[in-house]
């Protein structure tokens, strides 16, 4: 019978295996992560790759707020959220009298407290620096989207307060060029002076939420920079120092003391110690190191004490490489208003166009005054299909969508990932914590003939109480939770790659794998199969002999998560492909691969081998989910199109990720893809309402209407009906706080 995992306190695992497999690998050294001092960071746009500038800016092509290539490792202010969080406030502080005042016009009419001449001046003075001070990004973007050839959201912005401003503009200070039949009876001419600055203001809303969503996703990068430790205890003549790590190079010796983190990746000179890898294979195991084998920056030292020579340092360890794949990942996905512009790119035209046509025919061919029948009808067609509703279209219905799934446990951080979620066919999802509860736990206790459970896990806690070995805790849980009274055996040893012996309750007693048991004396025969068959099961089995009989065996594993099983079965049913990519060993995968039903296994991946992964399936048309909980995790999770976090992972990758799930219940994916579809649907809804007004109210501001009725739209009514659109939208939005996900 070949053992597996059976080894307590032992010198190499398979875990172990592939982590030292990896030390010798050739890893191209990425740039460094972090600039230097007096460096330049270079911005780009996270559209269009081929946009670089030094320092920040936007960009010519889409308007969007330009971001550092390379991310520092303490967070900054952001001058362009600074920027426009002051625009927004004075736009919020001149907006709110003018909302105020022209909302009481239209409720007391000409009752209300204030003349109408002198309320247009007041919405002019107030109205002025909203447009051209707290907008002026918006004009000036959406200018240079129609300089480049590519009109986008900021052009549709500009182009409907922009419209509306100098429109009112003109009425307000040359009122005689507007036909009779468009004045009030006071003699003013309707203005919408208010219109334009609640959308430069509501704009301004928008791009500052949209800048701290991109802001979060830099803290991600930020904690994992963080892993690596300031100093580093370095030997030298005998003497030891903690010097920064900046001057550690390529052969130095230094020194890694209990509960510190490897500061740089290198090889054990002498000493023993157990770390916490959960950073590269995200396994809750910790790792026996003994001289020789090979240990990352970042990963978590625990009680022992080692020395290791320096092989990697900076920029080439493992960490800065993985660093550095999160930042590309996230800089390689496109922002949810890639949809609304690729719309615009054609719309924004096309309303330029028909309002030109509008223009040209009345000038020519309308009655008299013609100029102004010109103007009028030219400036209603802007102001109908002003981008309101458009731009309502995606975002109230992610809002909207958002706060549902919240309530359902699954939280949506980046809005795009519901738009690629309903169209996902291929699920690549980690083991430990993801499939499994993340931590080892007691999953057998076996006692041989003779003996009772009781006996056996009193024997084996009093034996674990002195070890230091991981598993240990997991044995003393087991026994607490039977409330077991347990004190430390006397004459404890720890036999190196067997196991441990004492004098529990004064019975000489030991336990370990079968190579301790025969040294000892003691026939495991009775329990061979038992043992066997826990350990194709994935789980690691410990003997028990007390007095030179054979006591028992106790199996400890990590357990799957009883919702796994169905969750698999359902996404299977829904088409979509359950791929399993882990850290851990190929025996214990497939072990719980069988008990899931999952097919396809790649077992003792590394960060790099998962997006590797991602990446393959990407370039073959799939869309790819990933879920996963662990720091290893979070390269794979930024590259793939949905990346989905569990609740219970790690900081990083809820940072890395764009769905969180709150209870870390696989069931969530589930839940996750209901959402994206009714979102969708919603979105598509929405875009309909949109353009179905301006496809109707496009013509008759244009003035089509006219030759036959008579009827010649008023600016008035185009912004009712650009009003009226919105509303729609929105009422169809919150429809989706009653989906049943």
Partial sequence: ????????????????????????????????????????????????????????????????????????????????????????????????????????????????????????????????????????????????????????????????????????????????????????????????????????????????????????????????????????????????????????????????????????????????????????????????????????????????????????????????????????????????????????????????????????????????????????????????????????????????GIGRGAAAGVLVQQAAALEKLAHADILVIDKTGTLTEGHPAVTAVIPAEGFTDVQLLSYAAALEKASEHPLAQAVLVAAKARALHVDAAPNFKAVTGKGITGMPGGHAAALGNAQLMADMLVDVTPLNDRAGFLQDAGSTVFYVGVEGRLAGLIAVADPVKTSSEKAVRELQALGIEVVMVTGDNQHTADAVAKILGIKSVMAGMMPEDKIRIVRDFQQKGHAVIVAGDGINDAPALTQADVGIAMGSGTDIALQSAGIVLVKGDLGGILRARRLSLAVMGNIRENLFFAFAYNALGIPVAAGVLYPFFGILLSPMVGAAAMSLSSVCVILNAVRLKRAKI
């Fill in 1 to 400: 019978m070949t053992e597996t995992k059976d080894e307590h306190h032992h010198d190499g695992s398979a875990e172990e295996g592939a982590c030292c497999a990896h030390g010798d690998a050739n890893i191209t050294a990425a740039e460094a992560p972090v600039p230097k001092a007096g460096e330049t960071v270079m911005y780009i746009c996270p559209m269009h790759d081929d946009v670089r500038q030094a320092g920040p800016g936007s960009c010519p092509k889409c308007g969007m707020a330009l971001e550092p290539e390379i991310i520092s490792a303490e967070a900054a202010p952001n001058p362009e959220f600074e920027t426009m969080l002051n625009r927004f406030w004075a736009a919020v502080f001149l907006t709110a009298p003018i909302f105020l005042i022209e909302m009481s016009r239209h409720l007391f009419g000409d009752g209300s407290w204030i003349s109408p001449s002198f309320s247009i001046r007041f919405q002019m003075l107030f109205s002025t620096p909203v447009i051209l001070w707290a907008g002026w990004p918006f004009l000036t973007r959406g200018w240079q989207g129609l300089a480049a050839g590519m009109p986008n959201m900021f052009t549709l912005i500009s182009l409907g307060s922009g419209v509306a401003y100098i429109y009112s503009l003109a009425a307000t200070l040359v009122p005689g060029i507007f036909p009779p039949a468009f004045h009030h009876k006071d003699g003013t001419v309707p203005v919408y002076f208010e219109a334009a600055a609640v959308i430069t203001t509501l704009a301004l809303l928008g791009q500052l939420m949209e800048l701290r969503a991109r802001e979060k996703t830099a803290d991600a990068i930020r904690a994992l920079i963080g892993l690596a430790p300031k100093t580093a205890r370095r030997i030298k003549g005998g003497e030891e120092t903690d010097v920064p790590l900046e001057e550690i190079a390529a052969g130095d010796l230094l020194r890694v003391r209990p509960g510190e983190r490897v500061p740089v990746d290198g090889t054990i000179e002498d000493g023993e110690s157990h770390v916490d890898e959960s950073m590269l294979t995200g396994e809750a195991m910790p790792v026996t190191k003994a001289s020789g084998a090979a240990v990352t920056a970042g990963t978590l030292n625990q009680r022992g004490s080692f020395t290791l020579r320096a092989e990697k340092v900076g920029a080439d360890t493992l960490l800065a490489h993985i660093v550095q794949l999160v930042a590309q990942a996230q800089r390689s996905r496109a922002p949810i208003q890639a949809l609304a512009d690729n719309i615009s790119s054609w719309f924004v035209p096309a309303v330029i166009t028909a309002a030109l046509i509008s223009f040209v025919f009345w000038f020519v061919l309308g009655p008299q005054p013609s100029l102004s029948y010109a103007i009028i009808c030219a400036v209603s067609v802007l102001i109908i299909a002003c981008p309101c509703a458009l731009g309502l279209a995606t975002p109230m219905s992610m809002m909207v």
